[in-house]
Structures are given as C-alpha cells and as structure tokens.
DNA sequence: TAGATTGTTAATCGATTAACAATC
DNA sequence: TAGATTGTTAATCGATTAACAATC
C-alpha cells in the first residue's frame, strides 16, 4: 500500500495518472459532439477539477494548447491513448470467479484500455472448464501451465483475502510483472513487481464517515 | 473529484480513513488466532506501511496503546468498528443492476460494514420485479416512490456514464445524503451531498503506466 | 485593444516520514 | 538496565492552488 518513488523519474504526480482515464472518457463525449477544440476552463466546469489543475496535468503530458482557444479534442485524445497505452495490448489472467471477478470478466472497457483477459482461474468444480463471457475457465492448478503457454503481464486477484498471498505468490513465480489486488489484502511481493490495490471497502469508509461528521455527537462523544 | 477540506474540522486525514478498514480486516485475523496485544510494527510488517504511519492514524482515534507491548487487538478492532460506524446500519438503494451493480448486491462485507442495500433499480424489463440474492428490483420511475416508503441515506450509481447525471438528480430530489459513484464520470452536486467516486479505470491506468516505465522508449521517443 | 486562455514559477497546503523523548 | 515500543513534535516531501507573464 506504500507509495514508492517510481513517479520521480518521469516527474508525473501519480493523482495526475489517475485523472487521465476520466479526462480520456470525457474527451471522448466531446469528439461526439464534434467539437474541434476544448478549452481548461471547460473542462474544469464538466469535471469539476480546478482548471489550472487541468492545465497542469496536460503540460506532463507536453499537449500544447493555443491561448485563447484551448486544446485541440482530437490531439488531446490521442496522446491520452498513447500516454495511457490503449493501444498496446497486454494480456491478463483473472484468479477467483466470484461475484466480482464475473463482473470485471464483463467489463468491457478494458479491452478499449488495452487489457485483454485470456483466461480465468477458480477452484470451483463447477464452473471449471465451462465459460463466462466467452472466457475459459480452468483449475488455479493449471495456472503455470497455461501460463507458459501464452505469457500475460498481469495477474487479478479477486479471492477471499486468506487466499490472497498464496495466489500472488503463484503468479510471481509464473513470471507476472504486474498484480491487480482486489483481495482488500495487502500483498508481500518484489520491488519489481508492480502492485495495484483497488479496494471498494475504503469508498464506504468515506462515506460513512462523512455521513457521521453530520452528526458529531457520536464520535464526539465516544470515550476512548 | 475535488478533495473539500472536509477533513479539516476532525483534522483527520482522508488518506487515514481510507486505511482504517485494512487495519480492521487484518485485526480480525488477528482475533481469531487469539493475540491479545498487536504492536505497530507487527502490523507495518503484515500490512507493508510504516511503522509510525501506523502509530500515527492510530493516535488519530485516541487508542492508547502499551509501551513495548502495544495494542490490545479487541480495543482496536471495537474502537474501528465505532469511529468506521459499523454497528449503525445505513440503508441504501442501488441503480443499475448490470454486472457490477449485480457484484455489488452480492458483496457480503457492506453488511459488516454498516451499509444495507434495500431496493435495487433499472430500466430492463426482463429484470424488473425480480430478485438478485433476495434483493428486489424496481423500475427506475418508482425510485421516488420507494424511496418515500422507507427512506435511505445512500444512492449507488452503476449506470453507464452517459445516464449518471440523470440518477444523480433524481437521488438528489429525493433526499439522498450521499452518492456512491461508479459510472466513471463525474456528478454535478450541491455542496451538501456527499460524493464518493469509485473508478475501476484509474486502477488500471496505473497499472499499464508502470508496465510502461519499463520500457521507456514508447514515451520518451513519443513525439509531442 | 480588451479579454480569455495557456503555461510556468512560486506559495500554500496536507500527508508522510524522521527524530526523539517518555515509558515499561 | 537494555531494548522495544508508544506517541508527539519537527522536517521533509509531494500535490494543489495561486499569481502572473505571455500570447493571440
């Protein structure tokens, strides 16, 4: 969960990445529009980020804009792409078909985004070697073999959290670079091994602690 | 998107609320295998954050732990439980029962954490007046109506990006205090609603961004 | 020109990390 | 006591915001 300093060498704050999917998105309802130019102010209005907030995050990525008139939708949409990598593939396996992992096999923007799930693993004998969404399913036993068949940069972890570890283990072993955790575990890995927590259990936190803060008596009150 | 200063009143930082949940999960665990006392930097090892990171959040709920013993595991977990408000159930509808909504319902911990979804909504014919894991669905139009029949704090958005906005407003007319947000875009608001984004889509930028640092030459070659 | 916008540099703000005193 | 840990205060680090010059 710690953040390391790999954003120091490009210099890119690591928010500023995490906002380019949705200035990405955005941009995209613009082009529909077939609007040729947008400008920061725009933008900051729609997505309500600061605007210079906006300016900053295109000047990492060197878009240059014309004063007085803002960006052009088409330039800013592709180097998004090119700086995000949706155009180079990179091929995922996803271990623990529950819920969750269902619903990620079906999430179909990844494939725009340039992540192809190519196989799905579980321990349930029930859904073993049938489909979901097209995906095979195959025992977590077969995951090395079926790994050195078609090498995939990286694993997803949707199992229970007593399961997590285990699971990531096999996958480092099996030569993945990088982890998307959604265990809401932490995970011990290599430096160099790239670990990615999504955790849905921290959004309720924020919402649920804001929702007290209307009410202060509650942990105003509380004895320590 | 925008970080309010909300946090200021308590002084409690956003990222420390965030990690709460984690401690909670791991503390559990340590329940169960009977640890009466826990020390920072046993959790910092497990947990892979800082030892005093850890100190500090913790000083944050003004939990006293013991000189060179530590916490006790069973003040903690109740003292998170409270400030995380666990033990009081905020009821919550949730709109767009596609494959995340669908993964949403079904997603065991919301109970534990406080958190009760208590009508689902769409616009699917084929799905309305069904039920998904004993949850019942309704068309979107009685929203209101449902929502006047036993009222919730919480609207869940799962809907695709383009019709957000839409269910933003009519959770916001019908007294909704906070929107949890997994459309991928940004909502328009009032100051007095509570926003929490969820996107999948960040998680992976980061991902093939990291993936990319590898390989420096696909963006130190791009041109501008 | 006036006004709107970009884009850079500086200031501020907030969170993490380090240092260290206190304690058992 | 020596060593390990808590817990507070100070220093550092990073991101956002503000200020402002440049441009069209």
Redesign the pocket.
Known sequence: M????D??AS??????IR?LPLYHSFLLTIKNKERKY??????ANELQ???????????YLN?????????VTSVLIKILEEFLGYHISRKAFIVGIGNLGSALIKYHRFHNEGMEITAGFDINPEIINTKTNNLKLFHIDQFQEKINETPVDIGIIVVPADQAQKIADLMIKSGVKAIWNFSGTPLSAPDNIIIENTSIDSGLAMIKWKLHENKPLIYKNRML
């Open positions: 710690k953040n390391t300093k954003n120091k210099g890119i704050p690591v928010p500023t906002r947008i400008s920061a102010p725009d933008i980020i600061d605007p210079t907030q906006i300016i900053k995050d295109f000047s878009v240059k804009g014309k004063t007085k008139v803002g960006y």
